[in-house]
């Protein structure tokens, strides 16, 4: 069993910065793709970006380049660094870890951007 702690949402203003970060509880913390998500109320949860066990990153086409994610797996934590912010990116913010047939979601951090 794994658990996914995130942390370090808030509120921020406009073209301000974040760092969520997300602390795995467990085993095999490096051979699990990690994710984040995020969702507003009324819509379905949508992918925010994505790194592999090698290291390989994916992202949604509307985040630009203004958000990173990376992990330490010494640290069993994922990060999605969050530059930029716009009034739009207010929503919560999921950590998700799958390995094979296993699929762990985190309880979620609330960000809000400020206009």
């Known amino acids: 069993q794994v658990q996914l702690v995130e942390s370090g949402g808030g509120l921020v203003q406009a073209g301000g910065s974040l760092r969520l970060s997300c602390a795995a509880s467990?085993?095999?913390?490096?051979?699990?793709?990690m994710g984040w998500y995020r969702q507003v109320p009324g819509k379905q949860r949508e992918l925010v970006a994505g790194?592999?066990?090698?290291?390989?990153?994916n992202y949604a086409d509307w985040v630009k380049g203004r958000f990173t994610i990376s992990r330490n797996n010494a640290l069993n934590t994922v990060y999605l660094q969050m530059n930029s912010l716009k009034p739009e990116d207010t929503a919560v913010y999921y950590c998700?870890?799958?390995?094979?047939?296993?699929?762990?979601w985190g309880q979620g951090t609330q960000v809000t951007v400020s206009s």
């Open positions: 790194i592999t066990s090698t290291g390989s990153r």
């Open positions: 998700n870890g799958i390995l094979y047939r296993s699929n762990y």
């Open positions: 467990g085993s095999f913390f490096s051979a699990y793709t």
